[in-house]
């Protein structure tokens, strides 16, 4: 049985409620979600008092106190709900920062002519691209994840179809797509 096959029995054994199958996945895949943990803080500005380790624990932990154990078919798809949830981490965070800092005076990066979405300078952009990504993934949820997989958790395009199982061209579009709409989106929520 090769790792891959290994890690999906894994995943349907943790949610048929096996915690050790739950430990089995998170071992295996520690170090790469680690290292995704590292590239989504390094595209963060304004979490300098966070770490990897501390993002990803979080993130595992939230996934643990969880209910029941993610619905994830695949490696892939753990991957993209620990970046999700590595998200959601950031946002609170944003969002309790702007909490105590209302009125801050920060003026918001527009994004550049390109397709790229830029390093959210402030806890004020992160919260309005959360928001516009809530939007778009009602609107196209395949457009939300790719942005959410290449934004929060650093990966290339070429990671990204692996990860979501479509073609690097397909990617290429949605992000294209995605990072149109959200320019049009984004910024016009950060006051």
């Not at 590292?38 to 501390?54: K, Y």
């Not at 993130?59 to 999700?84: Q, T, Y």
Request: proline residues 4%; hydrophobic residues 45%; charged residues 30%.
């Amino acid at each position: 049985m090769d790792d891959t096959a290994d890690i999906t029995g894994w995943i349907r054994n943790w949610q048929d409620g096996d915690a050790r199958a739950r430990d089995r996945v998170f071992g295996q895949l520690y170090h790469e979600l680690k290292r995704l943990a590292a590239v989504v803080l390094r595209s963060e500005a304004g979490h300098d008092t966070l770490q990897p380790t501390a993002l990803l624990n979080d993130a595992l932990i939230k996934l643990i106190e969880a209910r029941n154990a993610p619905a994830a078919e695949d490696r892939g798809h753990f991957v993209r709900i620990v970046a999700r949830a590595m998200r959601q981490i950031l946002v609170d965070r944003a969002r309790r920062k702007l909490a105590d800092k209302r009125g801050a005076g920060v003026v918001p990066e527009s994004l550049d002519a390109g397709i790229d979405i830029p390093i959210m300078a402030n806890p004020a952009e992160l919260v309005a691209l959360d928001d516009a990504l809530a939007t778009l993934a009602e609107l196209d949820p395949r457009a939300a994840s790719v942005v959410e997989l290449r934004v929060f958790a650093g990966l290339t395009i070429d990671e990204t179809a692996q990860a979501m199982d479509i073609s690097p061209s397909s990617v290429n579009r949605e992000w294209a797509h995605a990072c149109a709409w959200l320019k049009t989106d984004v910024f016009s929520h950060v006051k």
